[in-house]
């Protein structure tokens, strides 16, 4: 189990950078403008719906100071409130990605054939580095060796 998450992290290191740049996006671009048009429209006790249409119409143009504007006009609960709620639908939906990015078994991503399925060097007690037979790149059947060398070549031969 330990090599599901572990092998997520190594496929989705540079995704973690864009997945909170987004977040930020979101925040300031979606959020504050929302966050804002709520409060003004739900100034007068009801929530006026012609208020916050126009508001976030006109907020959503300006991200930036509509963001200024949600503190300096006490719109921080609000938005506060909100970005929690965007961030717990945003952290499902990383969620997900995240488990089914999951390689499924400890084999996943590793070439068939080559030396991956060592580790620390442990190939080169029956292997050579450095002379025999090429078996895969840095790693040689020594010729030299006692016992059985036989070598079962897979593949197919090219006749022209």
Do not use: C
Request: aromatic share 16%; net charge neutral; glycine share 10%.
């Amino acid at each position: 189990m330990h090599y599901k998450i572990e092998g997520a992290i190594r496929r989705n290191r540079k995704n973690f950078i864009i997945f909170a740049i987004l977040w930020i996006f979101i925040a300031i671009v979606f959020v504050s403008p929302f966050a804002y048009s709520s409060h003004m429209a739900g100034l007068e006790g009801k929530i006026d719906l012609e208020v916050f249409i126009e508001t976030f119409g006109t907020s959503i143009m300006h991200p930036f100071q509509t963001f200024g504007n949600v503190f300096v006009q006490g719109a921080g609960g609000t938005y506060f409130s909100s970005l929690l709620v965007v961030t717990i639908i945003y952290a499902i939906f990383f969620f997900i990605g995240f488990v089914r990015s999951a390689p499924k078994n400890e084999y996943t991503d590793i070439e068939h054939g080559s030396s991956d399925w060592s580790q620390r060097g442990e190939q080169y007690q029956i292997l050579s580095k450095d002379k025999g037979i090429i078996l895969a790149e840095g790693n040689y059947l020594p010729v030299d060796k006692r016992g059985n060398v036989n070598v079962l070549v897979v593949g197919r031969i090219w006749i022209w």
